[in-house]
């Protein structure tokens, strides 16, 4: 009976362990974004392509998204199912968020 209460247990154990490293797969350190176009992988510190610097590609309407305000000289544009900021001098990716974000209130 003891043993069959220790594989419970060790099962329940390995299934926690589980979850918590699929939430820790989650955290903002690892956010990343594929672009569908070039099929490059763009994570937070990357250098995208340097269409991505380019103005006329910039999310216009970001409150409207939901996303934050971009700091002078970077920029929203979505990539693939993402948004990503990117500094538009460098083309290093500052942050990426959702696609499907809430507006924010005013």
Known sequence: MNMKKLMACA???ACLGGASFSAAAQTP???????EHTNEQ????????DL??????G?????????TAPREGTQWVLISDKYALINMEDGK???????????LKK
């Open 11 to 13: 099962a329940v154990v």
């Open 29 to 35: 350190a690892t956010k990343s974004v594929q672009a």
């Open 42 to 49: 763009y994570k937070v510190g990357d250098t995208t392509h």
């Open 52 to 57: 991505y610097k380019d103005e006329r590609v």
């Open 59 to 67: 999310v216009k309407d970001w409150q409207g998204k939901g996303l």
């Open 93 to 103: 990716v500052l942050d990426i968020a959702p696609g499907n974000l809430k507006p």
